[in-house]
């Protein structure tokens, strides 16, 4: 595809990330969506959220973000969504997500069937499908695209939401998966791939997935140690950028965002990979999801390709 400006949503939780030094918004849709919109295309979240008061913050958040509020689905019934975030001493979140927030109760309404029919690109990930009601609304979003839309799967496992058919079902709608390393075995087990994984086969591992699934791109997460690419054209792994970490809540959701601006345009996988570790270091490196924008970082993670 090519230069433009496209339309990038980002479909399922919205919740406020509780620190012990506070809370931000957070959730994968939110935090994919927003650096989408620094990279220069047009993000959206497709959500809900309570009529509560911490819906009415995340509204406002959102217009400090310059991210639409249009798509959000105010819900009387249940609360707006909160994750209690505890780092540990390797700087690894860990998250105790409440239950029955307004993002379980997800609607297929008229507004969100033209968003699907406009949208670019769709990030979704397994998280928001743990209602039945969510997770046929997200299948109706999905199958409301054009064929053409990028469909990316973002596994993001959280104990106890997700289940051998959400996965199955999830990769096999998806243009992109993107999962990290220890999310992989898990996955593979779960989808009962014929050979374990063991260590230097995560190149296999991929090639199984597109197998699996009919998807144009498997992308494999190291932490700080990269990321590994497998296409059905090959493969491209990248070590990674040193920065000192600060949290890294966002950061996966930043590398995803990086790597889809990139896949859009068609860049090699050299470049999606360089600009997406680029997009996610410099998340780390600062505190919370969605950062002030830093011009010369942008224009880096953009021009990767060039």
Same mark, same amino acid.
């Given at each position: ?6 339309t ?5 939780e ?8 506070? &809370?931000q ?7 994919f969506a927003?650096?989408? @919109?620094l990279?220069g295309d047009?993000?959206?979240?497709? @959500?809900?959220?309570? %009529? ?7 509204k406002?958040?959102?217009q +400090?973000l310059?991210?639409p509020t249009d ?5 009387? @019934?249940h609360?707006t969504?909160t994750v ?6 390797q700087? #690894?979140?860990?998250y ?7 993002w379980?109760s997800?609607?297929m309404t008229? $507004?969100?069937?033209?968003?699907a029919a ?5 990030c979704?990930?397994?998280?928001? $499908? ?5 997770r /046929?609304?997200?299948h ?6 054009r064929?053409t %839309?990028? /469909?990316?799967?973002?596994v ?5 939401f ?7 079902? @999830?990769?096999?709608r ?6 990290? +390393? ?6 593979? $087990?779960?989808?009962?791939?014929? %050979?374990?994984?063991?260590?230097g &086969?995560e190149?296999?591992?991929g *090639?199984?997935?597109?197998?699996l699934?009919?998807?144009q ?7 700080? #140690?990269g990321s590994?690419?497998?296409?059905k054209e090959?493969?491209h *792994? ?6 000192q970490?600060?949290d890294? !809540?966002?950061?996966?959701?930043a ?9 859009l345009?068609?860049?090699?996988l050299?470049?999606m990979?360089?600009a ?7 998340l ?7 950062p002030e924008a830093?011009?010369? !970082?942008? *224009?880096? !993670?953009?021009s990767?390709? $060039?």
């Amino acid at each position: 595809m090519s230069e433009g400006n496209f339309t990038i949503v980002g479909l399922g939780e919205l919740l406020w990330d509780l620190f012990p030094s506070g &809370k931000q918004l957070g959730g994968a849709p939110a935090n994919f969506a927003y650096i989408a @919109s620094l990279l220069g295309d047009h993000g959206i979240v497709a @959500s809900g959220i309570g %009529t509560d008061a911490l819906g009415d913050e995340a509204k406002q958040r959102f217009q +400090q973000l310059r991210l639409p509020t249009d798509f959000l689905q105010s819900d009387p @019934s249940h609360p707006t969504g909160t994750v209690k975030v505890l780092i540990d001493p390797q700087d #690894q979140p860990h998250y105790e997500i409440s239950s029955d927030a307004a993002w379980d109760s997800l609607e297929m309404t008229s $507004q969100w069937r033209t968003l699907a029919a406009q949208a670019t690109a769709i990030c979704f990930g397994s998280l928001a $499908q743990r209602s039945p009601v969510a997770r /046929r609304t997200i299948h109706e979003f999905l199958g409301a695209a054009r064929p053409t %839309t990028t /469909r990316i799967f973002d596994v993001n496992l959280r104990q106890p939401f997700y289940s051998k058919d959400i996965l199955a079902d @999830s990769i096999r709608r998806s243009s992109i998966i993107k999962l990290n +390393q220890e999310e992989l075995p898990v996955v593979l $087990q779960l989808l009962e791939s014929p %050979t374990p994984l063991t260590p230097g &086969k995560e190149i296999l591992a991929g *090639e199984w997935l597109l197998h699996l699934s009919g998807a144009q791109l498997v992308c494999i997460t190291r932490g700080a #140690q990269g990321s590994l690419l497998v296409s059905k054209e090959g493969f491209h *792994e990248h070590p990674g950028f040193s920065v000192q970490t600060v949290d890294t !809540v966002g950061a996966g959701d930043a590398f995803t965002a990086a790597l889809v601006h990139h896949f859009l345009r068609g860049a090699p996988l050299s470049a999606m990979n360089e600009a997406a570790n680029r997009m996610g270091a410099w998340l780390a490196a600062r505190p919370g999801a969605t950062p002030e924008a830093d011009p010369a !970082v942008l *224009e880096k !993670v953009r021009s990767a390709h $060039q």
